[in-house]
Structures are given as structure tokens and as C-alpha cells.
């Protein structure tokens, strides 16, 4: 029987598990019996959560400060600004995305249903969230839709992908070209 104390209970904070992402696990899914995991985010200035959909888990973001912009439902979905104190549904099987469009760090809550997206966050941990990326869908039911990438970054004025590590002070005044080559061959390169 688990016996309950507050260090398994309580989580001050500024306590949490970096993960390879740019998420904090708060609690893993594996203390809640796999029901659903809670972890915070922080997205940078001008960056954007590459879109996405998951097969097994039901999401939801609750923005703690600032504004994130949403498109749920792929390509020609629904899209919208979520400011501080909302809460925003990504229901399984739908491709989502969401960027900080603005100067200022945005921190939120992601609550994630089932160990589907706790161990893609583990994996990215262990090797990186480009490797983790490329073997998603199998391991994890997440699909990713990168070749959507640039022109969202274009269309929002985004000059960084969270999660992925590249010089982008240097590469913001690069035209669309130029940045989708740069890309194309930074993707390339850190997954295969």
C-alpha cells in the first residue's frame, strides 16, 4: 500500500523533472496510474509548437499568463488567441498547434490523458526531441506535420520551434527561401 507523505503529494513551486522537451513533468503519469500527466510549459518569444495530432490521449492547455495563438483541426481549422486563465481543448485524433506570437515568455499547464505523451516526453529526455519525433507515431500515436513548419512561422512571424535547438537570432532576417532550405537541412540532419 502507498503510503502518503508530502513529499509524494506536494509539489512546491519550482519543482518538477526537465524533460528533453520544453516541458516540466509536475506529475508523471506513472503517480496517477497512468490516468494523465500535468506539466508545465514555458514558450519562448516568437515560437511556435510544431502541429501535431496524438492517437490515444486527450490534451488540455491552461495558459497562466500572456496569450497563445491555437489552430485546432489542421490546415484551414479553427484559430484563436487563448489569453491568461483560459483553457483550451485538444480533443485525440485532431492535429493542433500553438505558438507565442509575442515578445514575452508564456508559461502554461498541460494535461495530458493516458502514458501516451508522458513517454514521448521520457523519450525526448533520453534522446532528444528530434529523435523522439521521428519514431512517434509508433511508439507514442503522434503524428507530427512538419512540411507545415515554415509557413506557419512566415504567417505568425515566429522565429524559433520549441523543443528544437538552432541558431535562430541568426536566422530570423533570412528570406522564406532561405529558412525553409536551412530548415529542410537542420530537420534532415538531426533525425537522420
Do not use: C
Not at 512546491?12 to 494523465?36: I, R
Not at 521521428?134 to 513548419?149: D, L, Q, V
Amino acid at each position: 500500500m502507498t503510503q502518503y507523505t508530502e513529499q509524494n503529494l506536494h509539489i512546491p513551486a519550482g519543482v518538477g523533472e526537465m524533460s528533453g522537451t520544453h516541458l516540466v513533468t509536475k506529475v508523471h503519469a506513472s503517480q496517477l496510474g497512468d490516468d494523465y500527466s500535468v506539466m508545465e510549459g514555458v514558450m519562448k518569444p516568437r515560437s511556435l509548437l510544431a502541429p501535431h495530432s496524438h492517437v490515444h490521449e486527450d490534451q488540455v492547455v491552461v495558459v497562466l499568463n500572456g496569450e497563445l495563438g491555437f489552430e485546432i483541426g489542421g490546415e484551414g481549422g479553427e484559430r484563436f488567441t487563448a489569453k491568461a486563465g483560459a483553457y483550451v481543448i485538444k480533443p485525440r485524433g485532431v492535429q493542433h498547434t500553438f505558438w507565442n506570437a509575442t515578445d514575452e515568455p508564456v508559461r502554461y499547464i498541460e494535461l495530458s490523458g493516458g502514458p501516451g505523451f508522458q513517454g514521448f516526453v521520457d523519450e525526448s529526455t533520453k534522446v532528444g526531441s528530434l529523435k523522439a519525433a521521428e519514431s512517434s507515431p509508433e511508439k507514442f500515436g503522434i503524428t507530427w506535420a512538419h512540411h507545415r513548419i515554415p509557413k506557419l512561422m512566415f504567417e505568425h512571424r515566429l522565429t524559433n520551434i520549441s523543443g528544437v535547438e538552432a541558431p535562430w537570432e541568426q536566422l530570423k532576417d533570412l528570406s522564406p527561401v532561405d529558412l525553409i532550405s536551412i530548415l529542410k537541412n537542420t530537420l534532415q540532419g538531426a533525425i537522420g
